[in-house]
């Protein structure tokens, strides 16, 4: 087994699942789901979800396994994550990401036709294709469960587990290719957006790369 820890880099995956978890329009549930249709109203009125997580990719295919410890915010449009000593930040359509190993800055833009991250893009067909229900548990916390057969969704599953207070604790997920994505999320809670939250802040002698002009 590979094993690789703590790079930004190995975020994308928790990336494509918030994203797709957290976005308001993202997922539609077709049953009563009151905790479920809570949580995204979260989003919908600007509150930002905040935690300490745990985040573990299982690559089926190569035995690979990323682990990513962090910090994260996650907005109705935006996110931001630290881990270690790196930190990204996404607003909007631009991305930046401040990698602390080689001192540098690199921003870049969404483009949905070359994008495989680009929210517009993964977000395509996932309202109707996920049949979503939810159960309360003995110990006071509820499990949501989403399914999808369809074969262009990203994932074929995900089940969310919220405390008694509707925060998400956990998260686990299986992609088209079984591969396994587990979020562990610790002090979770839902705060206020205050100015400057998602600010993006880097040492002054970071070299900058604008791969925007490449474009």
Same mark, same amino acid.
């Given at each position: 087994?590979?094993?690789?820890?703590?790079?930004?880099?190995?975020?994308?995956?928790?990336?494509?699942?918030?994203?797709?978890?957290?976005?308001?329009?993202?997922?539609?549930?077709?049953?009563?789901?009151?905790?479920?249709?809570?949580?995204?109203?979260?989003?919908?009125?600007?509150?930002?979800?905040?935690?300490?997580?745990?985040?573990?990719?299982?690559?089926?295919?190569?035995?690979?396994?990323?682990?990513?410890?962090?910090? +994260?915010?996650?907005?109705?449009?935006? #996110?931001?994550? &630290? $881990? /270690?000593?790196?930190?990204?930040?996404?607003?909007? @359509?631009?991305?930046?990401?401040?990698?602390?190993?080689?001192?540098?800055?690199?921003?870049?833009?969404?483009?949905?036709?070359?994008?495989?991250?680009?929210?517009?893009?993964?977000?395509?067909?996932?309202?109707?294709?996920?049949?979503?229900?939810?159960?309360?548990?003995?110990?006071?916390?509820?499990?949501?469960?989403?399914?999808?057969?369809?074969?262009?969704? +990203?994932?074929?599953?995900?089940?969310? #587990?919220?405390? &008694? $207070? /509707?925060?998400?604790?956990?998260?686990?997920?299986? @992609?088209?290719?079984?591969?396994?994505?587990?979020?562990?999320?610790?002090?979770?809670?839902?705060?206020?957006?205050?100015?400057?939250?998602?600010?993006?802040?880097?040492?002054?002698?970071?070299?900058?790369?604008?791969?925007?002009?490449?474009?």
């Amino acid at each position: 087994m590979i094993f690789l820890k703590n790079s930004i880099y190995n975020s994308y995956p928790l990336i494509l699942l918030l994203l797709f978890l957290f976005q308001p329009t993202a997922v539609s549930a077709q049953s009563d789901t009151p905790q479920f249709d809570l949580l995204k109203s979260q989003f919908e009125s600007n509150r930002v979800f905040f935690a300490e997580f745990t985040h573990e990719y299982n690559d089926t295919f190569t035995g690979e396994q990323q682990l990513t410890t962090g910090t +994260i915010w996650v907005g109705k449009d935006k #996110y931001k994550m &630290n $881990s /270690g000593s790196n930190f990204m930040l996404v607003d909007n @359509d631009i991305s930046r990401v401040y990698d602390s190993t080689k001192n540098r800055v690199i921003i870049s833009e969404y483009i949905e036709e070359d994008d495989d991250f680009a929210p517009s893009r993964m977000l395509q067909g996932v309202d109707e294709s996920f049949n979503v229900s939810e159960q309360p548990l003995e110990n006071g916390q509820t499990v949501i469960r989403m399914v999808s057969e369809d074969p262009f969704s +990203i994932f074929i599953s995900v089940t969310i #587990y919220l405390d &008694n $207070s /509707g925060v998400p604790v956990r998260i686990e997920a299986l @992609d088209q290719v079984d591969n396994e994505l587990l979020t562990t999320f610790n002090n979770g809670r839902f705060i206020d957006e205050e100015e400057g939250l998602f600010e993006f802040n880097y040492p002054e002698d970071a070299e900058w790369i604008d791969l925007r002009h490449d474009i």
